[in-house]
């Protein structure tokens, strides 16, 4: 397959006399590996959430019901072994595409929250020592010199940086709020020039991180989780009890996991569309379906078992058929290892075609529009976004974009400012320096120098007159460095 694709990409570069047809296998070529790549990979997937949502792993399912439900009968008319329309494939792609956003409008809800609770977590850190023993720990100058010697340990400025803010977000925070506001401007300005969506992105994480982040699907999805937060927004913290802080410490705790495993699901149920969307998308039908008959077999058996049908897939396992869900699952799984060692070979070919997409749609644009296939193009650029791993990935072709003017940036700047002095407002000083936490280890580096980063570290150790929140700051740190 790789040999295949260099083959395709060599004439593609080299072929003057009919370039229209290396164009034409390339895309042949380039269609086949995703395809074959997308139902490797959807196989395996699949085949696990069958699993986690038998034996009951994740108990949330119900939350995603309605949208799982849809996956499987999408899925269901995608791998038809007969194959399918081109009407019913276009439409389990509109299907398909409309689950994805659903499940990115849940997945913010959920970042929402999950980031208020790692709000709560950082207060409730540096409470945690009023109310337990501390045992022997290095002096401020010390312990400073340590965390210096962490964070330069390294010629890799990428890694000096990530050591920066993450010990930044958790040293205590002694600055004061003009000093804070000052450094998100700062922040802001680097985007002036910049694609107007990365800056909007910046602003997203920022609210997010900030606890300024709301929508109205907040008051659709997981609302179970609305008395909660704001139990933890009314909590008189400098005034915390022993007994209050284990119940609450407990309380953060049973919900931050619920949290992480709705997470985790609609994360798989996301692959698993981009999975289905990728199958859709590469439109080889029945000619998929009869390439990697492992795959096929065992998408149609977990679909079976999804849906409590029956069909020619239990027949074509052999004798004997297989009764029970749990016989029906194992047989499946002895299908793994006919396909060991496919993906790799699979995932190197789709690197290879990858590599000159972008370049050969533009440097062949007028024949590729001569051909008339550019829709196919760029199903094959959304096959090629699907497959980068990031599973929310934008799968609109890019525009040209507006660029930050100064002006939008200044304004931006100054309206986030104003967001966080109403937010403040009313605070108790732990909540103010718990989203101040958050949200420096989430800006670029505000150091110029090695000076001022030793600077930083001493003073946030020596102005902090908090034991236990200086106790709680260097214990997370020392785990960090290891």
């Not at 090695?450 to 214990?475: F, M, N, T």
């Amino acid at each position: 397959m790789s040999t295949k694709i260099r083959e395709c990409i060599k004439k593609l570069s080299h072929d003057t006399t009919d370039p229209a047809q290396a164009i034409l296998e390339y895309l042949e070529q380039a269609m086949d590996i995703h395809d074959s790549h997308a139902r490797l990979k959807f196989m395996m997937e699949y085949y696990v959430f069958y699993e986690m949502i038998s034996e009951g792993i994740n108990p949330y399912i119900d939350s995603a019901r309605d949208i799982a439900d849809s996956l499987h009968q999408a899925v269901r008319v995608l791998t038809d072994p007969a194959g399918s329309t081109e009407a019913e494939r276009k439409k389990q792609g509109e299907i398909l595409l409309n689950l994805r956003g659903q499940v990115t409008d849940r997945m913010q809800v959920l970042t929402a929250y999950v980031d208020r609770f790692v709000v709560y977590e950082y207060i409730l850190n540096r409470m945690q020592y009023r109310f337990e023993d501390q045992e022997m720990i290095a002096q401020d100058s010390v312990f400073a010199q340590e965390v210096l010697n962490f964070i330069f340990s390294t010629k890799d400025n990428m890694a000096i940086n990530d050591n920066i803010r993450m010990i930044v977000g958790q040293l205590p925070v002694r600055m004061t709020r003009s000093h804070y506001f000052d450094l998100i401007r700062e922040s802001i300005s680097v985007y002036k020039g910049s694609d107007r969506s990365a800056l909007e992105g910046h602003l997203y994480m920022f609210r997010t991180n900030a606890m300024l982040y709301h929508t109205e699907d907040m008051e659709k999805y997981f609302t179970e989780f609305i008395p909660v937060i704001r139990e933890f927004d009314e909590l008189n913290y400098e005034e915390m009890t022993g007994e209050l802080y284990q119940i609450y410490a407990e309380k953060l705790r049973v919900n931050a996991s619920k949290l992480n495993d709705i997470s985790d699901l609609y994360m798989l149920i996301q692959t698993l569309i981009n999975g289905a969307y990728s199958i859709c998308l590469a439109e080889t039908g029945e000619g998929g379906a009869k390439k990697i008959p492992a795959a096929q077999i065992v998408i149609r058996g977990v679909n079976d078992l999804f849906l409590h049908r029956e069909s020619e897939v239990w027949k074509q396992i052999g004798e004997p058929l297989p009764a029970s869900e749990e016989d029906k699952l194992y047989r499946l799984g002895e299908y793994f290892p006919e396909i060991e060692g496919q993906q790799e070979r699979i995932y190197e070919a789709m690197t290879t075609a990858d590599a000159v997409l972008e370049e050969t749609m533009k440097s062949h644009r007028d024949i590729i529009s001569r051909m008339g296939l550019e829709e196919r193009f760029w199903d094959l650029w959304k096959l090629m976004q699907l497959s980068s791993g990031s599973d929310f990935v934008e799968l609109e072709p890019p525009k040209e974009e507006e660029k930050v003017t100064p002006e939008d940036a200044d304004k931006a700047a100054e309206e986030l400012v104003a967001e966080l002095k109403q937010a403040f407002k009313g605070q108790s000083r732990l909540v103010r320096r718990a989203i101040m936490a958050n949200t420096l280890e989430k800006i670029p580096v505000f150091f110029s120098t090695p000076q001022e980063v030793a600077d930083y570290i001493s003073q946030s150790l020596e102005l902090c007159d908090d034991d236990a929140e200086k106790y709680a700051s260097k214990q997370l740190i020392q785990e960090m460095m290891g």
